[in-house]
């Protein structure tokens, strides 16, 4: 495998752990993310539930969404040594998927924002290089 996607491989890898990071954040503290962007509610409010207990689901539902685009570009990073072409592709798709993500993370802490946009715009260019089109193509070397 060419260096070029050897890092491609490792750089998905690890946008993939921190996207899993994040939905597990989600899912499991679904009501504290809720009530921290709906607020929790004034005391004329008769219902027995606080906006966070109300939009809790739409986290969850948001966490799993995270979670399958996490396993999505583990799996495909995964994949790589089957040399199928479109794996190339699905490569950066994620990548423009991955790019989103640089603002969910900048609002949790900033930095971590700043940090996640390299390995996203990475993710959108390794894929495009010539050693990276040669070795999904089957026109690189067979040697492992």
Not at 32 to 38: E, G, L, P
Not at 104 to 111: G, H, L, S, T, W
């Amino acid at each position: 495998m060419p260096e070029p996607v050897r890092r491609l491989r490792v750089l998905m890898m690890i946008l993939g752990a921190m996207q899993a990071v994040l939905g597990l954040a989600l899912v499991t503290n679904s009501v504290a993310v809720a009530t921290s962007i709906w607020g929790e509610g004034d005391a004329s409010t008769p219902c027995c539930q606080t906006p966070g207990e109300t939009h809790a689901g739409r986290v969850v539902f948001a966490g799993i969404l995270v979670l399958a685009v996490a396993a999505w570009g583990i799996l495909t990073a995964l994949k790589f040594p089957t040399r199928h072409p479109n794996l190339r592709v699905s490569a950066f798709v994620y990548g423009w998927t991955a790019l989103p993500f640089a603002p969910a993370f900048y609002r949790v802490i900033p930095i971590l924002g700043v940090i996640w946009l390299v390995p996203a715009i990475l993710a959108l260019i390794w894929p495009n290089q010539p050693e990276s089109r040669a070795w999904f193509d089957g026109r690189a070397g067979s040697a492992p």
